[in-house]
């Protein structure tokens, strides 16, 4: 007699996860249907700046595994860090900053698209969250390397509509400021870095006119978008070493900078 009862928890528990690819670009993963299109009149410009697509779908937070709490996300997040700062990977990042640093003055970091460092993830090749907290030390140690060079205090904005509670309390404990989606956009100007590593064409497209002195990201060469060629004609670039400890994390990232 088939296990008719079981099937059926098997089928619901694959079906609790969606992998949801946004009209901007961004592929994020949820644990329930819980995308949804907002209507532009109803959505939230704080800023004169910011850009709302007509229809464009909008992602509610990721959900995180029962019991999980944020004394163990930090534990985690602490060793994909110690992994990160101790790789050649970032101390050749750090080379590159130093360089370019002082060429123009960086007045505030702006990160889009982060993803959920906590929030469960769609069984797959990458294991998106490990992802998502490398590249969050990367922000880190850029946000530090940066404000050593400048001896300032430089502000991060960050902004992804799929992070929970448990995401937001250690962004805010790392002093990062979380605005909401779209706010940040009209945070970038040409003082800006702008970190958004695996940004696709359109999303690139609505931010790189504000023309960011550095780009942490990419690679952008041959991507078939005027705007984004334009940008990069403009810009020198340094690749990244591979980062062994997780390559999806870095792959073929590129740090742009004002030539």
């Given at each position: 007699?088939?296990?008719?009862s079981?099937?059926?928890?098997?089928?619901?528990?694959?079906?609790?996860?969606?992998?949801?690819?946004?009209d901007?670009?961004?592929?994020?993963?949820?644990?329930?249907?819980?995308?949804?299109?907002?209507?532009?009149?109803?959505?939230?410009?704080?800023?004169?700046n910011?850009?709302v697509?007509?229809?464009?779908?909008m992602?509610?937070?990721?959900?995180?595994?029962?019991?999980?709490t944020?004394?163990?996300?930090?534990?985690?997040?602490?060793?994909?860090?110690?992994?990160?700062?101790?790789?050649?990977?970032?101390?050749r990042?750090?080379?590159?900053?130093?360089?370019?640093?002082?060429?123009?003055?960086?007045?505030?970091?702006?990160?889009?698209g982060?993803?959920?460092?906590?929030?469960?993830?769609?069984?797959g090749?990458?294991d998106r969250?490990?992802?998502?907290?490398?590249?969050?030390?990367?922000?880190?140690?850029i946000?530090?390397?940066?404000?050593?060079?400048?001896?300032?205090?430089?502000?991060?904005?960050?902004?992804?509509?799929?992070?929970?509670?448990?995401?937001?309390?250690?962004?805010?404990?790392?002093?990062?400021?979380i605005?909401?989606?779209?706010?940040?956009f009209?945070?970038?100007?040409?003082?800006?870095?702008?970190?958004?590593?695996?940004?696709?064409?359109?999303?690139?497209?609505?931010?790189?006119?504000?023309?960011?002195?550095?780009l942490?990201?990419g690679?952008?060469?041959?991507?078939?978008?005027?705007v984004?060629?334009?940008f990069?004609?403009?810009?020198?670039?340094?690749?990244?070493?591979?980062?062994?400890?997780?390559?999806?994390?870095?792959w073929?990232?590129?740090?742009?900078?004002?030539?």
């Amino acid at each position: 007699m088939p296990h008719t009862s079981r099937t059926r928890k098997q089928q619901s528990l694959t079906q609790k996860r969606h992998q949801v690819t946004s009209d901007d670009g961004w592929t994020h993963v949820t644990t329930r249907n819980n995308a949804r299109r907002v209507n532009l009149k109803n959505a939230r410009l704080d800023s004169p700046n910011s850009v709302v697509q007509p229809g464009e779908l909008m992602l509610e937070p990721a959900e995180a595994p029962a019991r999980f709490t944020l004394g163990e996300l930090e534990r985690q997040y602490a060793v994909h860090r110690d992994r990160w700062l101790e790789s050649e990977t970032w101390k050749r990042c750090q080379e590159t900053l130093l360089e370019i640093g002082n060429r123009g003055q960086i007045d505030g970091i702006v990160c889009i698209g982060l993803g959920s460092v906590s929030g469960f993830l769609r069984d797959g090749w990458v294991d998106r969250r490990s992802v998502s907290m490398y590249q969050l030390a990367a922000l880190e140690g850029i946000k530090r390397k940066l404000s050593s060079i400048t001896s300032l205090s430089i502000p991060v904005y960050i902004q992804d509509p799929v992070f929970n509670k448990l995401d937001c309390a250690l962004l805010e404990s790392m002093g990062m400021t979380i605005v909401e989606h779209p706010v940040a956009f009209g945070y970038i100007t040409r003082n800006t870095l702008l970190f958004c590593p695996g940004a696709e064409r359109q999303h690139l497209e609505l931010v790189l006119p504000s023309k960011p002195r550095i780009l942490f990201g990419g690679p952008l060469e041959d991507t078939e978008s005027d705007v984004i060629q334009s940008f990069v004609g403009s810009m020198g670039s340094r690749a990244l070493l591979p980062f062994s400890a997780n390559e999806h994390a870095f792959w073929m990232t590129r740090i742009y900078f004002s030539s």
